[in-house]
């Protein structure tokens, strides 16, 4: 065993910070918590993004919870994913009993509990401020590959898109592409080919089934007009303490093409109108994505990449993403190897594969001379991680087995009622929970297939009125061809030709 005053000296050095900084808890070692060896975190290395892993039960989501808190303090706001509804809980001050009293006093730091400023979002009926893009938002590119189309394709959503944007149709939710679609293969077949080429029925037949897998995912409520504007994540209450928006997931957790569609979207969304900003003294925004697994669950090689891309790219907008989940190796690699934090809880080994499983899990943490990696993995109890970071030089810390600090808002969801409520004072509430269907493709295109139709009968009427029909204009034939055993003879006949022509082809 090492000696436990250079540890704790170790450590102090290594998460010491002059800039503005989180404090996640103590450092400790061999079984004693050692409170001046404080595991803090600078702000300015939070948009390298991170990770938060960890068994069931062992308090992930308490972390997620602890680091808001801290963000909001310190002027950050944050958005997180809640997919069980464990969060809601931050609009409340906390309840002191004498296990977080116990806890904090290993810390040597008093607890003080505390409710913070929450605004809850919404993809499906759940309360909330709904969320809403709409499919031109999207643009060709990504909209084809949340549908997850080959090449061939993917070049028909851009020609799809191409002729709405010349013919001024605006594609707004999911019936306005659906019908541009039908429209192209149908009756506007012929206007559609002669400026942008034919389009393949059994293609546009793919695109359409791909859609309705996405409607029957809840997509109707997400594709649509109020669009929601990624601005409005970044608000301050009147004592300067960043907004936490709590966006609710908890029917969604079977619906993994929506969610990973939404997310999507949303950091296309942030890195487009955030404006590049370098490397920022704190984030402008930090993202917790809880059941991370979700967002990359089916996902496609085209989609990871797109995800990888946006990953490197949005650091530099000022916006830092955390991934939550039960496994490291839920994540890909692409994307794991761009998380300067990791947050580790315990591991449980139950069986040969878990055990060789952790020992590689190991290998993404610095060595320590403190520690056996793959053995503290599997020893932290409850509310404990092993933690390490970059130093506000990029440089990554010491690995800590760390003692956290309980969080100051309730630690258990709000009922319906409080929740509701906060909902119904929310400055958003007006601006994006009644929904707008405007004039958009579908109804363009409805009116112009209305005009057309009426203009043909009115070209047919005026051309019978024209040209009145003679008495004597049925022919004989004509006649003939409308009785009944004469048309069934014609058939026989017919058949029984063919019948011999396929016959002599077969001598031949």
């Known amino acids: 065993?090492?000696?436990?005053?250079?540890?704790?000296?170790?450590?102090?050095?290594?998460?010491?910070?002059?800039?503005?900084?989180?404090?996640?808890?103590?450092?400790?070692?061999?079984?004693?918590?050692?409170?001046?060896?404080?595991?803090?975190?600078?702000?300015?290395?939070?948009?390298?993004?991170?990770?938060?892993?960890?068994?069931?039960?062992?308090?992930?989501?308490?972390?997620?919870?602890?680091?808001?808190?801290?963000?909001?303090?310190?002027?950050?706001?944050?958005?997180?994913?809640?997919?069980?509804?464990?969060?809601?809980?931050?609009?409340?001050?906390?309840?002191?009993?004498?296990?977080?009293?116990?806890?904090?006093?290993?810390?040597?730091?008093?607890?003080?509990?505390?409710?913070?400023?929450?605004?809850?979002?919404s993809l499906s009926k759940e309360p909330g401020i709904k969320l809403r893009a709409t499919v031109s938002e999207f643009g060709p590119l990504l909209f084809a590959k949340i549908l997850e189309l080959n090449d061939i394709q993917a070049g028909i959503v851009s020609l799809i898109f191409k002729y709405c944007d010349d013919n001024h149709l605006p594609l707004l939710d999911l019936k306005d592409f659906k019908k541009s679609l039908h429209f192209s293969t149908n009756e506007g077949k012929a206007e559609f080919e002669k400026l942008y080429g034919r389009i393949s029925s059994a293609s546009a037949s793919t695109i359409l089934r791909k859609i309705i897998e996405i409607e029957q995912q809840g997509g109707e409520c997400f594709f649509g007009e109020p669009s929601f504007d990624v601005e409005d994540l970044l608000h301050f209450d009147e004592q300067g303490r960043g907004t936490i928006s709590i966006l609710r997931l908890i029917d969604l957790q079977n619906r993994p093409k929506l969610f990973s569609s939404f997310m999507l979207c949303l950091l296309a969304e942030l890195y487009t109108k955030f404006p590049e900003k370098g490397d920022l003294e704190q984030p402008k925004l930090v993202i917790f994505i809880d059941e991370a697994h979700l967002l990359f669950k089916q996902a496609t090689k085209e989609l990871l990449a797109q995800i990888e891309s946006i990953i490197k790219l949005i650091r530099s907008k000022g916006v830092g993403v955390f991934f939550c989940t039960q496994n490291p190796t839920d994540i890909p690699d692409s994307v794991l190897s761009q998380l300067g934090m990791k947050v580790q809880h315990a591991l449980r080994a139950f069986t040969a594969k878990d055990r060789k499983a952790i020992k590689l899990i190991a290998e993404n943490y610095p060595s320590s001379p403190y520690y056996k990696t793959d053995e503290l993995l599997t020893s932290l109890g409850i509310g404990e991680a092993a933690i390490t970071t970059l130093n506000e030089k990029g440089r990554p810390t010491p690995l800590a087995a760390t003692l956290l600090n309980a969080p100051q808002s309730r630690m258990g969801p709000l009922t319906q009622s409080e929740l509701t409520e906060i909902v119904k004072q929310s400055r958003l509430t007006s601006k994006y929970n009644q929904a707008i269907d405007r004039e958009s493709a579908y109804e363009i295109l409805v009116e112009k297939l209305a005009t057309i139709e009426k203009q043909q009968a009115s070209t047919t009427k005026a051309t019978k009125a024209g040209k009145p029909r003679s008495k004597n204009a049925e022919t004989f034939l004509t006649k003939l061809s409308k009785n009944t055993m004469v048309r069934q003879i014609g058939r026989t006949i017919a058949r029984e030709l063919s019948r011999g022509l396929l016959g002599i082809l077969k001598k031949s």
């Open 1 to 121: 065993m090492k000696d436990p005053t250079t540890f704790n000296e170790t450590m102090i050095k290594g998460y010491h910070c002059d800039g503005a900084a989180i404090t996640l808890g103590a450092a400790k070692y061999d079984k004693q918590v050692f409170p001046d060896a404080t595991i803090t975190v600078a702000l300015k290395s939070l948009n390298r993004h991170g990770l938060i892993a960890g068994a069931t039960g062992t308090g992930k989501t308490k972390t997620i919870q602890l680091l808001a808190e801290k963000l909001s303090l310190q002027g950050v706001p944050s958005l997180l994913m809640d997919l069980k509804g464990d969060l809601s809980g931050l609009a409340a001050a906390g309840t002191s009993n004498a296990t977080l009293i116990a806890r904090q006093t290993q810390l040597d730091v008093p607890y003080t509990p505390m409710s913070f400023p929450v605004e809850f979002l």
